[in-house]
Structure formats: C-alpha cells, structure tokens
C-alpha cells in the first residue's frame, strides 16, 4: 500500500510520469495535485484499468490550501515537478526567482501534513531547491536527511545512453546502456559542470577527444533539448522516465525487504557512509549512490576507483555547488549568510 501525490502533475513532466505511476500496481493510491487541470488528467487516467485509487485536485481560490492538504494527506512519497522549465538561453539558475517559491510553498504543506513522506524534488534548480526543501522541513522540525532527495537521474539515464554510443562509435562493439546501468554513475549536482560523470574503467575505451564530447553531452543534455524544442520547454518525456526509474526504487524499498542502489542530491553530513574530503571539507549537498531500503537513505557508498580527470572535475563541480547550496539556504533564511 503505497500513496503517491505528484505536485506539479498537469505538466509535460507531471502527465507522463503519473501515466507511469498509475500502471504501477504497487501504489495503492495515486494523488494529482497542479494549479490548472489535475482533475482533468486524473480523469483521463482513471479510464486506465488499474485497483489503483486515483484522484485530481487544483486550488478553489488562489488562497486555497486545502485541495493540496487533501491531496498529500497520508502521502508516502511527493514527487514534485512543479514550477517553470527553461527556455533558449536561460540558465537552470534563471528559474530560481519563480521556482523557489513553489517549491518552499509546497514542502511547507508536505512538511505539515505528511511529514514522514519521502521528499523526491524535480523542479529546477535542483542544486538550489533542494536545499530550500531541507531548510524548510528543518524550521517545521519534521527533516530527515534519508528522505529528502534531489532527482538526478536523467544524469545518469544521459550517461548509460550516451556512453554506450560512445563506445560503439569508438570500438566498434555494442555495450547497451543496461549493461552499463549502475556501474558508470552520474554524481555531483544537477547543472552544466557540476555533473561529474564517472565512468569506472569504461573510461580506457575512448580517446579523449571522444571523452570529452562525451562529457560535454552529459554536462549540457539539457540545453541540447532546450534548443531542440525551441522555447517549447525542456525534457519532459526523458525526464518522467528518469523520474519514473527513481521512484519506482522507492516503491520497491519501500514495499519489499530488499535494499535498492540508487543515486540522488542529498544532503549527506548527516547520512552514514564516507565522502571524500575534496566533497565533505566543502559542501553539505551531493549527488551521490546509496543503498535505499524501508527508511530511505541507509549508507552513502561513494564509487572507490576515480581517474584524476575525475577528482578535477568534482573539484570544479564543488566549488560552483557552494553558491548554488547558499543560495536555496538563504532563500529560507535570509539572515544566516
Ligand atoms: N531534475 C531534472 O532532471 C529535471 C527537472 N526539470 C524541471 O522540472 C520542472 C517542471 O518542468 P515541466 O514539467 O517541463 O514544466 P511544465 O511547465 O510543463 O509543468 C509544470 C507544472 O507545474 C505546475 N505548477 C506551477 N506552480 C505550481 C504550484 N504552486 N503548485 C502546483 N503546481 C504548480 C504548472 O501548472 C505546470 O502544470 C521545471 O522546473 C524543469 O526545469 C526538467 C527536466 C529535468
Ligand atoms: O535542462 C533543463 O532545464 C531541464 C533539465 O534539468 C534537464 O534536462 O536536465
């Protein structure tokens, strides 16, 4: 018995993420929550065959709480991707103006009605809204660093699928990107140079010209769909599917006895598990790979084997996360800085 509540739900996000999340038979209960048209795509997904109860909800009054009070109560799991996406030449920092509000706005409410819920955050900038999400859950005194989660996982769906080209492009031989799953993992933060892939020994395959097209292709997918949708938003399809891969591990976790691998934004200094000094001596925040079971985060399992080309990017992915982190704690906080 597993209830969901997608915040954000009519978006190009929302929408196909809770199609998938409706063909799970493991969520007993799935809750659409947007300002415009959730009750319509509830609708519309209700005529999918399914045990599963679902239902839509949107504001009366743009005062109105209680349709998302009613829609996260006795939530297991909010997944939020709601907020503006970017367009040709923003930045994902540009977002921050609009998108820190809603997502304070909307983890104050998770926070007081569904307090134990895990907390998976979409909306852009993930580096900065996560950290909003953690500050906020901290002045309700309801956080809890297992259960808070920046979603980082279209990173690494980017690098399984664009290694795996790589590799056929520079070898000749066809690794699949399942193959790839897991033992190449996308760490650091969710923008431009703050994503460090790391490639395991994948890595001695390319030359590093393609290495570093590569690099580039994982760093900055986004603004390759950005401009490929010209001003008619950013990944919605690829993302919901990413969306979809993390969230269906929490189901798991959540509703069997195994402990599920797993990589996400977190806050770590409170979480078991060694980070390199490099990461702790400078941040509080990282992607990074765990081991999820019932209670969420159990142990940080930090990849042994970085190349030096590697270090020297999480140097660099360190030092532009500092601000991004400051930024989403001051935005809570406006006097702590
Ligand atoms: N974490 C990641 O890897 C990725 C994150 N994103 C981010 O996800 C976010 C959503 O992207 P899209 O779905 O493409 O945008 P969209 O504009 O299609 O959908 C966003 C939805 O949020 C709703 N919304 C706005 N304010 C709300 C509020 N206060 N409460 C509830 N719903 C509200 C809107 O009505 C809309 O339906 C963006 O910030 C985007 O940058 C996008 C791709 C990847
Ligand atoms: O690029 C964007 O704005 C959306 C996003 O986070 C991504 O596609 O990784």
Redesign the pocket.
């Known amino acids: 018995m597993v209830k969901i509540t997608v ?8 929408q196909p993420l809770s199609l998938l999340l409706r063909l799970n038979s493991k969520v007993s209960e799935l809750a659409l ?5 959730a009750q319509g795509v509830a609708t519309d997904l209700s005529h999918i065959p399914s045990t599963q109860k679902i239902t839509g909800y949107g504001p009366k009054s743009k005062t109105d709480i209680t349709q ?1 009070q009613a829609a996260l109560k006795d939530a297991d799991i909010v997944v939020i ?6 367009k040709p030449g923003m930045t ?1 920092n540009d ?1 921050f103006k609009i ?1 820190a509000s ?1 997502v304070k ?2 983890v104050h409410q998770a926070g007081l009605i569904c307090p134990n819920a895990f907390i998976c ?4 900038p ?1 580096n900065s809204t996560v950290p909003i999400a953690v500050e906020e859950l901290k002045t309700l005194g309801v956080y809890n660093p297992s259960k808070v989660f ?6 690494n769906l980017r690098l399984e699928e664009f290694l795996s080209l790589s590799i056929k492009r520079a070898t000749g031989k066809t690794v699949t990107p399942a193959e790839l799953r897991g033992d190449v993992i996308s760490i650091g933060g ?1 923008s431009g140079s703050t994503i460090v892939p790391v490639l395991n020994s994948w890595a001695r395959n390319l030359s590093s010209e393609v290495y570093d097209s590569l690099l580039h292709r994982v760093q900055y997918g ?1 603004d390759e769909v950005v401009k490929a949708k010209q001003g008619r ?4 399809l690829s ?1 919901a599917t ?1 969306g979809y891969r993390f969230v269906s591990h929490l189901i798991e976790a959540l509703t069997g006895d195994s402990v599920v691998d797993e990589v996400a934004y977190v806050k770590f200094d409170e979480l078991p598990g060694q980070v390199p000094d490099i990461v702790a001596d400078n941040v509080s925040y990282f992607s990074l790979p765990f081991k999820l079971g019932k209670t969420g985060v159990k142990l940080i399992t930090f990849p042994h084997s970085l190349s030096d080309k590697e270090t020297g990017l999480m140097a660099v992915a360190v030092n532009q996360l500092k601000d991004e982190i400051a930024r989403g704690v001051n935005f809570v906080h406006p006097s702590k800085l």
């Open positions: 915040l954000g739900a009519a978006g190009g996000i929302g929550f947007d300002i415009v048209n998302l991707p709601a907020g503006i996406p970017r994902r977002l998108n809603i706005s909307l955050v979409i909306s852009n993930v920046g979603v980082t996982t279209l990173d969710h986004g938003g950013s990944a919605t993302m990413a």
